[in-house]
DNA sequence: ATGCGACAAACCGTATACTTCTGGGAAGCA
DNA sequence: TGCTTCCCAGAAGTATACGGTTTGTCGCAT
């Protein structure tokens, strides 16, 4: 590894930033600030802002850099995105998933149910998350695989904002158990067929939510 | 109208060139190169460079930027979205689409079989690009667009490379036709099927050429 | 003749300085 | 009091400069 950038070291600061949620739904980022904070240059945190906009993570105003503000319609315009890749990509990472990678699910699973028995929403949260992205590395058509990451920031404000409602846990729960069994017998059929209950859950979940406001 | 600032004008020559095929198999971009030849200095060069590099239209190497080198496994890949994506989004487009995209279309396949007869393979291949650009458009959902449209690299080498095979352009030109056939009648079941076929049949022919070779 | 090492050129990454443009707020007018 | 206009601060955009790293080549020694 030869020395990470100044400019990859803030794109990936900035990123899991913004992944966290720390970025408030008005917090503008301004490059000079960020520059300043991070004691470099303004040109790195320029860089790594606009590869955040290209990438779909913030939006350029003429007045700093935003979150973008994932209209309701752009999201289920995702989920239809979903519904056609999600579950052929879970059909072939069931079959050639590894054991370890297997157990790894299994074990996110597990802690995003004890997180859930201790209310711990962030836990759950990150349980989730975890479990999305090993499954998802072991898709191994890598275009699918970042075709598919690219819109995980939808996925995500989508897990955040129906995550809180009980009945959706379980939802999500069982899903994930239904995953990662199937992923386990390395039955692709099984593993479709999960995703896509999955996927057309998930929607359902967001609907109601979206509906109710 | 702003503006266009300096940075979006060269991102779209860039672009533009690329789209052209003007970029060789090694050319290799120069930020200071690019800088002279316009009359700028390298900043808004490197940054439009960058966003094409951010969406997959050139790599950055350590000695100038390069277009990627579109390995067949990868194209083969591509393949795999196409057939998940497209025939969708052709019968979505097909239920939306306006008269006179459908006008477009049959006059695109028109221009497309006349440069075939004058052994014209530029203007062939500029009048299968402006049939893809046209029914895409056409696709309400704009993330499902997006997507496909990022993809548009790999297409138009697959399209540049399978282009000169007589059989090949026939079948190009026929699926063309089925499709734009289906789209001028709203029918969204058949422009799935024939958007299905096509993808397919553009795939067995970049395998025969792949493996001719 | 070939392999290895040093030198030079090219190019990227970063820093600093300057210019242009946008948006908000204050002031003036109806 | 509400609306319009003008001004200014802040932020993006652009220019120029410098250091670091990689690469390609030339020369020397084996």
Redo the contacts between chains.
Sequence with gaps: MPRPSHRTRIYEDLLARIQRGEIGRDDRLVDTAIAAECGVSR?PVR?AL??LV??GYLVGTSRGFMLPDLAPA?VL??F??RR??EP?AAATAAQAMAAATADALAAAVAEGEAALLHDDLTGFYRASQRFRDRWLAAVP????HG?IH??MIQVQAVRRATMRDPPTQKVILDGQKALAAAFAARDAVAAGEAMLRFVLAGEAAYRALAAGE
């Design positions: 040109m860089e606009m590869q290209a990438e752009t315009e995702v239809v995105l056609l890749l052929y058509n890598r275009e699918l075709t690219r819109y």
